[in-house]
């Protein structure tokens, strides 16, 4: 069985930093791709950063760019969003979208979500 699980989130003050973690387990090839999405309460749930193994690009929202950072360690199957100089409006439940190769077929995966809360 397939798990997508987040991890890292916390409580920070504004101007610091965490590293949040997704991580892909089961009977699984690897992660082909993957992105980091948010929502805070009364907002759709929106897009933060991105990477494609296929090109190694990514990508992030205007909002987030300069201060996150999307990473990946291939062997542990996990991707990393570190985050610094955050503020208040960074505040939301973080999620993982992980697109996974099982065999010769890619199935994407969301996590169960990490909160993150910067205090002002």
């Known amino acids: 069985q397939v798990q997508v699980v987040e991890s890292g989130g916390g409580l920070v003050q504004a101007g610091g930093s965490l590293r949040l973690s997704c991580a892909a387990s089961?009977?699984?090839?690897?992660?082909?791709?993957a992105g980091w999405y948010r929502q805070s309460p009364g907002k759709q749930r929106e897009f933060v950063a991105s990477?494609?193994?296929?090109?190694?690009?990514?990508n992030y929202a205007d909002s987030v760019k300069g201060r996150f950072t999307i990473s990946r360690d291939n062997a542990k199957n996990t991707v990393f969003l570190q985050m610094d100089s955050l503020k208040p409006e960074d505040t939301a439940v973080y999620y993982c979208?992980?697109?996974?190769?099982?065999?010769?077929?890619?199935?994407?995966?969301w996590g169960q979500g990490t909160q993150v809360t910067v205090s002002s």
């Open positions: 990477f494609r193994t296929t090109d190694y690009i990514t």
């Open positions: 979208n992980a697109e996974i190769r099982i065999g010769t077929y890619l199935y994407k995966y």
């Open positions: 089961g009977s699984i090839s690897g992660i082909n791709a």
